[in-house]
């Protein structure tokens, strides 16, 4: 079992920026590659990011392409969400994901293991 916990949501303006965390737990961080997703209300879930167990092949959403950063530091078991010119279409419940392959997460969009997600609101 892997335990995931997301932290860093909250409310900001848009333009602004936030750092996303996601704190793992259980099975050897390193092995596993981990996703960001993200759900607003009444909508689907959608990818945002990914990226591998070395960090060195990342993917991102098209709607967040150029904004967003996705980082790990596995001396700390923590996967990173950067969120920079942040718009008020980037409002959405975010959860974070991991999974041993990568292309499960990139391309199909599931994961083994989920967090309970973190609420990022931004404001016009």
């Known amino acids: 079992q892997v335990q995931l916990a997301e932290s860093g949501g909250g409310l900001v303006q848009a333009g602004g920026s936030l750092r996303l965390s996601c704190a793992a737990s259980g099975r050897t961080f390193s092995n596993y590659a981990f996703g960001w997703f993200r759900q607003a209300p009444g909508k689907e879930r959608e990818f945002v990011a990914a990226?591998?167990?070395?960090?060195?092949?990342?993917y991102y959403g098209q709607s967040v392409k150029g904004r967003f950063t996705i980082s790990r530091d596995n001396a700390k078991n923590t996967v990173y969400l950067q969120m920079n010119s942040l718009k008020p279409e980037d409002t959405a419940v975010y959860y974070c994901?991991?999974?041993?392959?990568?292309?499960?997460?990139?391309?199909?969009?599931?994961?083994?293991?989920w967090g309970k997600g973190t609420l990022v609101t931004v404001s016009s």
């Open positions: 994901a991991a999974d041993k392959d990568l292309y499960i997460i990139h391309v199909h969009g599931q994961a083994d293991y």
């Open positions: 990226i591998s167990w070395s960090g060195g092949n990342t």
